[in-house]
């Protein structure tokens, strides 16, 4: 069996990350995976993927094809804290 390719890998993760969001409404979903692709991928990365998604077919997840290609509406399930790391702890303690 040959080795994966770097899109192969990219097709991988994108479908790990579509996996866990597709316990929530369509909407939702597409959101969380924008925001997570756009919190913790690198430009490159979700370039290359998106160049991929042709040559990929059904092997990509449609719902990251639905997140690359459009700006989602719905509200992503994903807190705050999780897809955007600099607000970790922002109104998670009632501390003084």
Known sequence: MGAATNQDRLVRMANQIAAFFRTYPEEEAVAGIH???VAFWAPKMIRDL???IPAAGDKLDAYVIKALGEVPTGQSPV???THDPQLAGQGASDAG
């Open 35 to 37: 925001k997570h692709l």
């Open 50 to 52: 998106v160049a991929h």
């Open 79 to 81: 807190r705050p804290a």
